[in-house]
């Protein structure tokens, strides 16, 4: 079954997540849970990342990025 970034990556930034009070529910969330890096302005290792030009570099070390685009997720 398909996952969301924020079921594999548990960042609490869903609505009514541990963290969405501190640090507002994520951009992604309800409807890019499967192509966040195509999303500008998410939250990745603490800092807001760029536009998807900017911020694909990360993305594509990003484990979530690579089991999508390998058909594991």
């Known amino acids: 079954m398909a996952k969301n970034c924020w079921e594999i990556k548990?960042?609490?930034?869903?609505?009514?997540g541990a963290k969405?009070?501190?640090l507002?529910?994520?951009v992604v969330y309800p409807d890019h849970g499967r192509d966040c890096w195509a999303v500008a302005g998410t939250l990745c290792g603490g800092q807001v990342q760029g536009t998807e030009a900017e911020k694909l570099g990360n993305c594509r070390n990003c484990e979530f990025y690579k089991k999508v685009m390998?058909?594991?997720l």
């Not at 548990?10 to 009514?16: A, E, L, M």
Request: aromatic share 0%; glycine share 24%.
């Open 10 to 16: 548990n960042c609490g930034r869903i609505t009514g």
């Open 20 to 22: 969405a009070a501190e």
């Open 24 to 26: 507002g529910v994520c």
């Open 70 to 72: 390998m058909g594991e």
